[in-house]
């Protein structure tokens, strides 16, 4: 057994548990998994493969394909493993697409979710650690952000991840179900197994390193007259290990209550052109860049407070150079340039 955390909660180190991973064949579910079992815990990966790749799954975790609504299916995992808690990850995460197809990001994301919830209440599993997101915040009204600002999202797919952490609220008092929901700010980076490559492929450093690598002929930044330090957007880029692993942290607690945590590296954040200008040093290439329009919806500036996880976790980001992210996801897509060869990029 692999002890990484001085400050972990003893009990989440100690007992190897078996845990279902939903969505663990997609970017951040498969590193989660990779880290999980890396800390001695054994996995299960349910995943619909409809943006997750089969490769990417751990070969040390179980796999099953699965479709979160399919309430038979989930409960028929969960017994069959004995399961003894859930990382749900299980998704769609395209915050423009969910703009003009709200309906499939309140299905998926929500009633989906419901219907996992209900599987596990069905079958006595009570500890829940869930993906959420910073855009349950929406336009912040101050940074950095932390857990205690209002909740405004500005578009369907926060809303229906906040709608989401309401009906948790319910289902521990009511059932409980004890859950830690982990508002991610800018996942980015890679291990040497697992990287990001979504189709299609929004995110800016996945983007940027593509131009790099002569697949795109250049990027667009999304407008340069916001009130930041050199015009364009600030995002908190957290290295995806470091997010992994405070999902493992996140066990721990679900034995004494439920909890939320922002989860980002805080700091003055990277400007759209900083992470460009990283990029163009981490790999010695050129990358074109034009200028294009604001994109609908993105807030100027996006900055966590993680004060209370590491407080009450330990948790400590290890990798928060953006040179170290950004090197990490180059080394991913010079090592895998068709991805995990099932679609090309
Ligand atoms: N950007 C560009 N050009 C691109 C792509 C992105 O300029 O081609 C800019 C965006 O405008 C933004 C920044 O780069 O300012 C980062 O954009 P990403 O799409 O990589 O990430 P977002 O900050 O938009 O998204 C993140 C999470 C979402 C979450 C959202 C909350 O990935 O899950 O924050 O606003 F919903």
Redesign the pocket.
Known sequence: MVIRFPGVNAWAREKSMRILVTGGAGYIGSVVTEELINAGHQAVVYDNLSYGHREAVHPSAAFVKGDLLDGEALRGVLRENEIEAVMHMAAF?L?GESVTHPAKYYQNNLVGGLSLLNAMRECGVKRLVFSS???TYGEPAKVPIDESLPNNP??P??ES?LAFERALKWFDSAYGLRYASLR?????GATERCGEMHDPE????P??LQTAAGAREE?????DDYPTRDG????DYIHIVDLARAHILALGILDERSTIYNLGCGGDGYT?RE?IDTAREVTGREIKVRM?P??P???AV?VASSEKIKRELGWEPQFQDLRVIIQSAWDWLVAHPIGFQVKKW
Do not use: E, M, S, W
């Not at 991610?184 to 980015?188: G, P, S, V």
């Not at 929004?202 to 450093?205: M, W």
């Not at 364009?232 to 995002?235: A, E, F, H, I, P």
């Open positions: 995460a915050v997101t910073c855009a500005t578009n797919y926060g991840k991610y700010f800018n996942a980015a929004t995110h800016l450093i983007l940027v990027v667009q930044i999304f407008g364009t957007c600030v995002r759209v992470v294009a604001r994109r919806g993105d807030p996006l």
